[in-house]
T-cell receptor
């Protein structure tokens, strides 16, 4: 069983659809993150949760809505996305938010049509 | 603020040759430094980390990195490249209260037979 599991692995959605990405970590970590990885661009940190509380939102458009019901689960709700939102969305977790490595899931490849 | 710069977006090596990936960091406080590897359509996997202990850090898959404060560098090396080393490699830094892992732009490694 992998430490951080993301579902689905692939998602194709229309611009008017609503979908959700799910992340679950089995590592007992307290912090969870969403990253966006687009072709030819550096990894972008989107959201940070620490002990279920959102501690960072890096100016992410409101069409992306995160939810963290507990320290083991993280969701990213998607609605009215644009084609430029197509990317690999990576979830990660870490024991703490300071000076520690993050463990990543395998990502969800999102295509917006 | 902390940051890392990876020199060279693409490195091509022959199988059996030395792999050298360059990373320079910027931080006003002692940093924690990391190298990650990403295979196509996968998440990031931690290769190794520097946390202020030994300056020469050994990681998985035969990789190692040396922390050089005087040069603000944390270059990644592997003495003999294998075909399976073809992937994208990311350097990252976390320092002080600015807990966000800051990633470099990545270096793609191709291995020639």
């Amino acid at each position: 069983e992998t430490g951080v599991t993301q579902t689905p692995r692939h998602l194709v959605m229309g611009m008017t659809n609503k979908k959700s990405l799910k992340c679950e970590q089995h590592l007992g970590h307290n912090a969870m993150y969403w990253y966006k990885q687009s072709a030819k661009k550096p990894l972008e940190l989107m959201f940070v949760y620490n002990f279920k509380e959102q501690t960072e939102n890096n100016s992410v458009p409101s069409r992306f809505s995160p939810e963290c019901p507990n320290s083991s689960h993280l969701f990213l709700h998607l609605h009215t996305l644009q084609p430029e939102d197509s990317a690999l969305y990576l979830c990660a977790s870490s024991q703490q938010t300071v000076n520690t490595e993050a463990f990543f899931g395998q990502g969800t490849r999102l295509t917006v049509v | 603020a902390q940051s890392v710069t990876q020199l060279g977006s693409h490195v091509s090596v022959s199988e059996g040759a030395l792999v050298l990936l360059r990373c320079n960091y910027s931080s006003s406080v002692p940093p924690y430094l990391f190298w990650y590897v990403q295979y196509p359509n996968q998440g990031l996997q931690l290769l190794l980390k520097y946390t202020s202990a030994a300056t020469l850090v050994k990681g998985i898959n035969g990789f190692e990195a040396e922390f050089k404060k005087s040069e603000t560098s944390f270059h990644l090396t592997k003495p003999s490249a294998h075909m399976s080393d073809a992937a994208e490699y990311f350097c990252a830094v976390s320092a002080g209260n600015d807990y966000k892992l800051s990633f470099g732009a990545g270096t793609t490694v191709t291995v020639r037979a």
